[in-house]
């Protein structure tokens, strides 16, 4: 966790700070314009804040190199050093036109067809200038040169298109204080240390294999209980709040997802579609992997005439999904290909979705508790009233809308609202997870949808025997099982509390003599239950100790001559140390009931 120094220094977004995005998006201007004086042929084209720091794409014959960022990082002292003043011009389109060809920039060409007016130049000083909305500062001098780092280099295409021309991203970042880019790079450091891709080797959880391809995961043994554990949870917890659970196909007809809208808004983020013959493939007849789960689950309520006394149904299932991701955006097990979503899609009358959806929540909640999540805020993640990419009437989105903020308001929590983030078919109370690194993560998310069920045509026999649409919640308590994996790994920095440790003890002999009781022992924890295992690497007992403090099992059994003659077992654990001889049978109940529990030995 971070330490109590750390604690003492805030580190506010870009988008939190109207001084840091001035401070960022001036710093982003002045590396451009060292980049263009140290390399006159770059050509510069977009250099936007971000929520840590900026960047800036640059056009240029040859591959900028480390050397060159350290370079380039010397030269945007000096700029910073002249005190230019940072000048805000307006000028017509045409007059902007024929700056930028006499300067010889197409990209910025390209830009200024996309700008409304005003169009905005900043000058600093009058020796470099650029196409910007801003803000900025007023003076380069109010830059701290002590608080400011160039970071890596990265590829990007031009507009984000593959077939376009491939530029080279430089990543920067920029504080208000020495002290705050000490704190980022502090935080930087430790988010390396507890890498999930770094760890998950490690631990021996989880693999990539190149034949396999990018973006799809293997699960070891023990990264396979993990999983296990996970599921095993969830679902025990769904039993009782009245769940079924079912399992569906991995891939379906196309004109399924035209029904659903998928296909139609969601095509260029699925895998391409598989046909028989060319003629299947023109009509779009083939089938595809699936992105969703829910139409699946939709044909299953459709599979018989419903009644009011059978609502709410409540489908749950984990189900694979297939997202064809770019493989730029691919990022370990937190953004894969592949990845199994804790589904489920409640069907309810309108009397009953908001007693319903707070049931939803306080199932959310719940697996929050149990897997020590305590730092998220709600989001509501509505419509952009403005965009195309959703379906369904204004009345259907209001309705849904609605029904997610009384939810929160019922429960008084505190919620932002974002317009433009709801899922193309319906509104979604989002929960974003802060880790110990304050970097954000979605988790959980609740859905309220009158929209598919209106596609679909779905019905329920009501009291007076009328024929009714139901509406859908679709919800997901983990979202990805890969993610959220990726995010407890992380969180935890490997080291799981012991309900969810793959191995939870290991039992140590302190020789091979000892070895008959060692195993009569780790069977009598496995038959009740206990993930233990039986170290038999024949080391000596400092090595076998570090192995097992390498590999973080939450408790160590020690076994020598002592501990067989009282029928006890040394203990040593993660969380509390030395615990000393402890009987075996005082060990089994005690573990069990921590187990039990979500607690530690």
Known sequence: MVNSTSEQIKLPKTSESEKLKKIRHTTSHIMAMAVQKLFPKAQVTIGPWTENGFYYDFDHPEAFTEKDLKAI???MIKIINQKLPVIREEVSREEAETRIKAINEPYKLEILDSIHEPISLYYLGDKWWDLCAGPHLE???????KAIELETLAGAYWRGDSNKQQLQRIYGTAWETPEQLAEYKRRKEEALKRDHRKLGKELGLFIFADQVGPGLPLW?????????????FLKKEQVKRGYLQVVTPHIARVDLFKTSGHWQKYKEDMFPMMAEDEESASLERGFVLKPMNCPFHIQIYKSDLRSYRDLPMRLAEFGTVYRYEQSGELGGLTRVRGFTVDDSHLFVRPDQLDDEFLSVVDLILSVFKSLQLKNFKARLSFRDPESDKYIGSDEAWEKAEGAIRRAVQTLEMEYFEAPGEAAFYGPKLDFIFQDALEREWQLGTVQVDYNLPERFDLEYVDTDSSRQRPIMIHRAPFGSVERLIGILIEEYAGDFPLWLAPVQVRLL?????????????????QAVGIRAEVDLSGERLGKLIRNAEKDKIPVMAIVGANEIEANSLSIRTRASGELGAIPVTEVLDKITKAIASFGNF
């Open 220 to 232: 070891t043994p023990k990264g396979t209980i993990l999983r296990s554990i996970l599921e095993d």
């Open 139 to 145: 003076n380069t001098n109010e830059i701290n040169p």
């Open 509 to 525: 002999a302190v020789s091979n003599d000892f070895l008959p009781y060692t195993h009569e022992v780790c069977a009598k924890m």
């Open 73 to 75: 990082k010397k030269e």
